[in-house]
């Protein structure tokens, strides 16, 4: 039996598009998740499901587009099964990331002892993995790490997932728990699997060698208000060689990066503020050195990357996939859907959805898609 | 209260409740005002560290693309290095072909010396011959004129003899019948000596022959003679050119001499300083590494500090909901 199954739907019928998306699910899994535009109803959706799957943890969230088994999708539900024999599962609904997300660590502590992973072990990465859904725009994706990556000593846990979105609206976005809604919270699903696992980050982008430093700056606020002493907006668009009132035009193809050694972690900017100021994605940091990065070719890194993907396996049961709303939006521009789903349908039983912000262990990253596969490495 | 706080561990947050519900609205404010001047503290101390990860993380990457440009220009200085070997390598192989070259040209040089004084030796043997020849031919000239003397000679004895004839045949005629067997006789010696003359004749013009190709074989003798001359002078001179060229030889000889053995030194200490270069870039190779580990290090403390933020600003509204008395 297969241990994940996924499946999509574009039925506009609340009712019909749960049944649809279900009829090729397991019918007793041991984790349901779903992914839903807001052209449903969120708050149905959650009932149909949960009382679909009374014995089983489900968890939703509302997404910016979505990702299923022939790839991206747009006003969709998607979702995604995974049977008992994936291993141990157990879930915690944070009910306030933004302000109080300490008050859920018990919680988060108990949770991942009662599937037996060993918080003090100095070898996490073997424990097991932790899905992470924030609510998007409350800026606590952060937070939410913070205190979910604080329940074990040492580092090295694995931590993957993506923030809810709501179709670019920028109202509110959602999440629940077992029935249970939230546009304040964040689900945390602890997994213990009995298969092996791989996360992988790509980035379509690579440094312009052009960089600036952060000198003025509200991490928590995620905005930067002086690059190199003078004002963010000048400095940004005078490096880049564009009029600083066009600026914002190349906020998609040329957001920043930071580099760690030969990594580089994405800050995308989100809007220009009145007093010249930029506000971002994900937080950004006082006197660090930032780089102006610009795109490679997708559908060649997509291919790259799905290969390197597949060749940590020799079986591979079924893939999440978390993509950042920026980079949808510039797949859409420049007409790629087809090119990239011709690639990604080749990855068996995918599920995910277009976010706000993917979470990749310690740290909130934009512009980027996240894999994580289930099977038998090699 | 601190005490208390630290000896019942187990319940010490049902009985800081307690204290906490006991504390006068004053002493309240204090702690709110306390825990958040320590908020602010926190924050500013964090933020020093943050700056200070930062600052971290440039030097690194400074020092880290320091080293890489090092190494990058010892490993051409490295690859230079082994190009000049290879070249001094290359120089040594043709300067011993060279000496070897030399020698073997030495050899050819006195080789040829030898022919050159053969040859003139041959030449002046084919002088001599010439000379002798020379001498031959002025005696077969000097025959000839004999010969020619002599046909005069037989020619006026025939012209005698005619006559004579003649006048024996007009006595023979005189005499009449006595003397027409005298007639017949006279007759007969006027023929032999009109043949004699006609024989003379035609020995006249093969002597004349004789002589004439004698003396066209004489000039030529004379002509080949001066070209011997010639031939025998240019052959002294190449001798000498080949002299002076086996004196070049082997002063060459003496400086490929010289090369090669300072090609050999400079290869030694080549050699030596591109063994050290190697250890220089292996040094480097594990610097990188080194860096690389400080790298891993500073992201670490950077995610540490990103989370100190967060819990920062956590504990500020946590307080700020003590002041507030509501979440």
């Known amino acids: 039996m297969e241990l994940i199954r996924s499946n999509s739907t574009k039925q506009k019928n609340t009712v019909e598009a749960v049944k649809e998306v279900t009829s090729k699910l397991h019918t007793e899994p041991s984790l349901l998740l779903f992914f839903t535009s807001t052209t449903h109803s969120f708050q149905e959706v959650t009932a149909l499901f949960n009382a679909q799957y009374p014995n089983c943890e489900v968890v939703g969230l509302t997404t910016t587009g979505e990702i299923g088994p022939s790839g991206f999708l747009e006003n969709g539900l998607v979702a995604m099964s995974f049977a008992k024999s994936i291993g141990q599962i157990s879930t915690v609904l944070m009910n306030d990331i933004s302000k109080y997300p300490i008050f859920s660590r018990n919680d988060l502590i108990s949770s991942a002892k009662h599937i037996g992973i060993n918080l003090n072990s100095q070898t996490l990465e073997k424990e097991g993995v932790a899905l992470v859904f924030p609510n998007g725009l409350i800026a606590a994706e952060e937070k939410m790490l913070s205190i979910v990556n604080s329940i074990f000593p040492h580092e090295g846990f694995p931590v993957f997932g993506a923030t809810a979105g709501d179709d670019a609206k920028f109202i509110e976005t959602f999440i629940s728990l077992n029935g249970e809604v939230s546009s304040k919270g964040g689900v945390v699903i602890f997994m213990k699997p009995t298969v092996d696992f791989v996360m992988l980050k790509e980035n379509i982008f690579t440094s312009t060698g052009k960089s600036m430093k952060i000198t003025k700056a509200d991490t928590e606020q995620r905005i930067v208000y002086e690059f190199d002493g003078k004002k963010a907006t000048t400095i940004y668009a005078n490096r880049l060689g564009v009029k600083e009132n066009e600026l914002d035009q190349y906020f998609m193809t040329n957001p920043l990066g930071r580099r760690f050694n030969n990594e580089i972690f994405i800050a995308s900017p989100f809007q220009i503020l009145p007093n010249g100021a930029i506000q971002f994605y994900c937080q950004v940091f006082q006197d660090s050195i930032v780089e102006i990065l610009e795109p490679k070719n997708p559908v060649e890194t997509l291919q790259q990357t799905l290969h390197t993907f597949k060749s940590e396996f020799t079986e591979l049961e079924g893939v999440l996939a978390f993509n950042c709303i920026l980079r949808k939006l510039q797949f859409q521009s420049h007409g790629l859907f087809q090119e990239l789903n011709r690639e990604l349908e080749k990855l068996p039983n995918l599920g995910g959805f277009c976010s706000y912000g993917e979470q990749f262990n310690k740290s909130l990253v934009n512009q980027t898609l996240v894999l994580l596969g289930l099977g038998k490495k090699r | ?327």
């Open chain 2, 1 to 327: 209260m601190l005490k208390t706080f630290f000896k019942q561990k187990e319940n010490h947050s049902d009985s800081l409740i307690e204290e906490i519900n006991l504390l006068t609205p004053d002493e309240k404010e204090s702690m709110i005002d306390g825990l958040l001047d320590l908020v602010a503290l926190l924050k500013s101390s964090n933020e020093k560290n943050a700056k200070g990860d930062s600052v971290f993380i440039e030097r690194i990457t400074e020092v880290k693309n320091t080293v890489e440009e090092g190494r990058t220009s010892l490993i051409t200085s490295s690859d230079n290095i082994q190009r000049i070997l290879d070249e001094a390598q290359n120089i040594h192989s043709i300067t011993a072909a060279v000496e070897a070259q030399g020698e073997q040209n030495i050899g050819l040089v006195n080789e040829g010396n030898e022919n050159m004084d053969k040859l003139d030796s041959q030449m002046d043997y084919v002088k001599n011959v010439f000379t002798n020849f020379e001498k031959s031919i002025a005696e077969v000239q000097q025959e000839t004129n004999d010969i020619i003397a002599i046909t005069n000679i037989i020619a006026g004895i025939a012209d005698q003899t005619n006559l004579l004839a003649l006048n024996a045949s007009i006595e023979a005629a005189r005499a009449g019948e006595h003397g027409k067997g005298f007639a017949v006789v006279a007759a007969e010696v006027r023929k032999l000596a009109e043949q004699s003359k006609n024989a003379l004749v035609n020995v006249n013009k093969k002597v004349n022959e004789i002589v004439r190709q004698v003396s066209v074989l004489s000039a030529d003798i004379v002509e080949k003679s001066k070209e011997f001359d010639h031939t025998q002078e240019m052959t002294r001179l190449t001798s000498e050119f080949f002299g002076k060229i086996a004196i070049s030889e082997k002063k060459l000889f003496t400086s490929m001499s010289g090369i090669k053995l300072a090609t050999d030194q400079t290869m030694a200490e080549i050699i030596t300083f591109r063994q050290e270069l190697e250890a220089i870039v292996h040094l480097s190779e594990q610097s990188t590494k080194r860096i690389d580990e400080l790298y891993i290090f500073s992201q670490d403390k950077f995610f540490i500090s990103t989370d100190m933020t967060s819990y920062i600003s956590q504990v500020k509204y946590l307080v700020e909901a003590l002041k507030n008395d509501q979440l």
